[in-house]
């Protein structure tokens, strides 16, 4: 799989790694944009309340989860998310595997 910089054209903000010098990996991100959006799920945050922007937002406090260290535990968020894609995917051709056996009951109907 190709992996490119994208950009995200409508109602969106940008929002920049400041914590370290770490280059934050496509499962970091799969783990922190959820945990950003679950925090400013809130009401303060509609649409009708865009106008405040970054100062709605600049001192929300986001929790990951961190190391016996203290530090954010990467390792940790990219593993979970790794987990759940494979879930996912798991889930996902189940899915086929019915679609394709009823399909293929159906088919069998027909031609008797």
């Not at 496509?26 to 106008?51: A, E, R």
């Amino acid at each position: 799989m190709f992996q490119q910089e994208f950009t995200v054209l409508s109602d969106a903000y940008a929002i920049d790694w400041i914590g370290s010098d770490k280059q934050l990996r496509p499962n970091d991100y799969l783990f922190i944009v959820p945990s950003i959006n679950k925090v400013t799920d809130l009401p303060i945050y509609s649409y009708k309340n865009k106008l405040g922007g970054w100062n709605v937002v600049k001192d929300k406090l986001i929790k990951l989860p961190v190391n016996e260290q203290g530090e954010i535990h990467f390792d940790y968020m990219a593993t979970l998310v790794q987990a759940i894609k494979k879930l996912v995917i798991k889930d996902v051709v189940l899915y086929a595997d019915k679609q394709i056996k009823a399909t293929k009951e159906v088919i069998q109907k027909g031609i008797k």
